[in-house]
Every structure is written in C-alpha cells, then in structure tokens.
C-alpha cells in the first residue's frame, strides 16, 4: 500500500492564481481530511469528509473547497490564493468504524507559497 | 484554542523513559485523549489515544488521571528518533482534532 500519497509535493501560486491540492489514499478509509500547517504551529482542520459525496468544513474552511465523489480521492481547491494560504498542507484518512477510526494516517504534505 | 495545555519544549537521555505531561481541564465526557507526534515537518504519526482507562502499546503507555483532567504519555525507552514535536489533542469520535503547538522533545545522547 501507498498509503496517502499527495502531488504536488512543492508549488508557488501568484497572488489571484488557482489550484488544487491532489489526496489519495489506497487503504480504503472511509474518513478524509486536509489540515494546513503555519510556521511553527500546530494543525488546523480545513475541511473533512466522512464518505464518498459527504463534506464538511472544519476550522479554517474560508477560500477553499473540496469534493469527495470517490472514496479514494480527496481534492483541495484553492480559489484565488492569497499569501495567507502560504502554508504547508497536510491530508489524512481514518477507517470508518471501531477503536481504529481513531487513528489517522497522514501524506507528506504540500509547501504551497503564494506571492 | 485548542483545549490542551502542554511544556513548550523538553529534554530527554537516550535510554531514559520520557514523561509528556498534558493539561485538559474542560474534556467533555464523550472526548477522547489522543497523541501524535511530527518529526521534522513530515505529516504527524499517531501514537495512541484513550478515552478513560490507561492504554499501552508498542510505541508507548498513556496515563489518564481519574478525573480525565491530565494525562501523560510516556516513551519508555527514548532513542534519538524519538526527537520531535509531540502533540496532545482532545478531539470527538468524528476524528475532527484541534491541534496545539505542542511540546519539542528532544533526545541527547
């Protein structure tokens, strides 16, 4: 198993630009999440999803946007970036049910500058 | 804010076990206790988590005191690999998990 695997690893946006943050995971989890990492800081939850077609925002959802239509798939969407959105972005999967659920399995991250 | 306090940073012997202590004074009854650690900005690995009772396995043992107010995850044998950022987060069965700064371990030889 890859395990979560996310592209790109490294990108710099202009200041009005657009993307997306590609998740993948091969474990077959049923729950996703993307986080963003400020210098120095802990995590802070940008959106999650609990199965296929089903999202929900989390702490700092405000310029972003996802979808699910997969359960493997777990796209980030940055609209007109801003150097606020300059950070390190992290997504994670859990197993739907049981004490496991509990455990998350996080990518590698993406080093989004914004300029 | 997150709803845990913990040491900024600590030091710790290799060999040594390492006492992570982690204030959460307003858990509610159905939040959990977990632990995760990050090393040198990879994605954070989790380590173990616990709702009432103490939990051990193979990377670690959590203490919860009676009154789920604080709890202190201990590494019994710390190597040099064990230097990182360790996490304590009081988060739902949701999995939705509020992460401080944490506290930076860092093990000597």
């Known amino acids: 198993n890859a395990g979560v695997t996310q592209t790109p690893k490294f990108r710099i946006l202009k200041i009005g630009q657009s993307m997306t943050l590609q998740c993948a995971q091969d474990?077959?989890?049923?729950?996703m999440y993307w986080y963003r990492q400020d210098p120095g800081m802990g995590l802070k939850l940008i959106y999650y999803?609990?199965?296929?077609?089903?999202?929900d925002k989390g702490e700092v959802p405000n310029g972003y946007n996802v979808s699910r239509s997969t359960t493997e798939d777990f796209p980030l969407r940055l609209e007109l970036a801003a150097p606020s959105q300059t950070s390190v972005y992290f997504c994670?999967?859990?197993?739907?049910?049981?004490?496991?659920?509990?455990?998350?399995?996080f990518g590698p991250g993406t080093r989004l500058t914004v300029t | 804010d997150a709803k845990t306090t913990q040491p900024t940073s600590m030091d710790c012997a290799e060999g040594r076990a390492a006492n992570l202590p982690c204030n959460h004074s307003?858990?509610?009854?159905?939040?959990?206790v977990y632990w995760y650690r990050q090393i040198h900005s990879q994605g954070p690995q989790y380590i173990i988590h616990?709702?009432?009772n103490n939990e051990t396995n193979e990377m670690a043992s959590l203490i919860i005191t009676e009154d789920r107010k604080s709890s202190t995850l201990i590494l019994p044998h710390a190597t040099l690999r064990d230097t990182a950022v360790y996490y304590c987060?009081?988060?739902?069965?949701?999995?939705?998990?509020?992460f401080g700064a944490g506290t930076q371990v860092v093990v000597t030889p």
């Open positions: 994670a999967s859990s197993p739907k049910s049981g004490v496991s659920s509990y455990e998350q399995y």
């Open positions: 474990m077959n989890h049923n729950y």
């Open positions: 999803s609990v199965g296929a077609g089903i999202t």
């Open positions: 307003t858990i509610s009854g159905n939040e959990y």
């Open positions: 616990g709702l009432k």
């Open positions: 987060i009081v988060g739902d069965s949701w999995g939705k998990l509020q």
